[in-house]
């Protein structure tokens, strides 16, 4: 995934879920606690379940880069 796929999903994460009570943004924390602990408050809210699937896309992407940049780390 690109990195411009990633911030478009940003953006619609953040529009989806500008009315849903979690924190606000789409900091890795803000994914992580939506991942973890959004479904208590908004899984019968309109748009959850993308939100959700959007949250997991970015994580992964996230986890992808990390793993990336500890690999090239090693080399030095």
């Not at 979690?22 to 900091?27: L, Y």
């Not at 991942?35 to 949250?55: D, H, P, Q, T, W």
Request: charged letters at 30%; a negative charge; proline letters at 1%.
């Amino acid at each position: 995934m690109k990195f411009t796929e990633i911030l478009r999903l940003r953006a619609e994460f953040e529009e989806l879920t500008q009315e849903f009570n979690m924190p606000e943004g789409s900091h890795i924390d803000t994914i992580d606690w939506f991942l973890e602990n959004g479904y208590r408050s908004n899984s019968l809210r309109n748009g959850f379940v993308k939100a959700r699937e959007i949250a997991q896309h970015i994580r992964e992407y996230y986890d992808e880069c990390q793993t990336k940049n500890a690999g090239s780390r090693q080399h030095f």
